[in-house]
T-cell receptor, first 116, second 114 residues
Framework: DSGVTQTPKHLITATGQRVTLRCSPR?????VYWYQQSLDQGLQFLIQ???????AKGNILERFSAQQFPDLHSELNLSSLELGDSALYFC???????????????FGPGTRLTVL | AQSVTQLGSHVSVSEGALVLLRCNYS??????LFWYVQYPNQGLQLLLK??????LVKGINGFEAEFKKSETSFHLTKPSAHMSDAAEYFC????????????FGKGTKLTVNP
């Protein structure tokens, strides 16, 4: 158990809909990262938050957004869903940013999104 | 930009045999490198990481990896495979541009035959 929790575990929805994925980081971790894992693209970084502020952005679609709340939990919002958005979405957390990026990221179990 | 190439999307070994999973990276600056393992229906777990302290890195479950700058490689090895090692393994490099995002390889699925 990494200490990172994600809900829900599974999500099935239809095209055009909007969903929210939730992540609670390990106790004490200030950084939260979101990754998407799909068969064709592999594991891709989406976005990072540190202590409530956006820190880095990857190949995140404009239809996707995220935020980190004062209690440090994070939500990833996916809207106008398309079939291609079906994937496993992971949240990870780490203690803090370091100058060299060597902090271990602890991954949650993921949310499997299926868009029909 | 950083990138990682994992040679071989599937590797099959016999129980007790050497495990060798290959990873090559591309980076214009000294990288930080990681190996993660993903068991079925689970998240990723860190096996080991290279942070320039030592070129031979020992990790959990008997795995180790050697950083070779001249070959831009960070191959993962284990002397003797166990059935419980069957999983998917990902090599990753961290972005040196200030963010700590991980750039992952495509992964290698390891099968261990009895």
């Amino acid at each position: 158990d990494s200490g990172v929790t994600q809900t829900p575990k599974h999500l099935i929805t239809a095209t055009g809909q909007r969903v929210t994925l939730r992540c609670s980081p390990r106790s004490g971790d200030l950084s939260v990262y979101w990754y998407q894992q799909s068969l064709d693209q592999g594991l891709q970084f989406l976005i990072q938050y540190y202590n409530g502020e956006e820190r880095a952005k990857g190949n995140i679609l404009e239809r996707f957004s995220a935020q980190q709340f004062p209690d440090l939990h994070s939500e990833l919002n996916l809207s106008s869903l398309e079939l291609g958005d079906s994937a496993l979405y992971f949240c990870a957390s780490s203690e803090y940013p370091s100058s060299g990026g060597a902090n271990e990221q602890f991954f949650g179990p993921g949310t499997r999104l299926t868009v029909l | 930009a950083q990138s990682v190439t994992q040679l071989g999307s599937h590797v099959s070994v016999s129980e007790g045999a050497l495990v060798l999973l290959r990873c090559n990276y591309s980076s214009s600056v000294p990288p930080y490198l990681f190996w993660y393992v993903q068991y079925p229906n689970q998240g990723l777990q860190l096996l080991l990481k290279y942070t320039s302290a030592a070129t031979l890195v020992k990790g959990i479950n008997g795995f180790e990896a050697e950083f070779k700058k001249s070959e831009t490689s960070f191959h993962l090895t284990k002397p003797s495979a166990h059935m419980s090692d069957a999983a998917e393994y990902f090599c990753a490099v961290s972005d040196q541009g200030g963010s700590e995002k991980l750039v992952f390889g495509k992964g290698t699925k390891l099968t261990v035959n009895p």
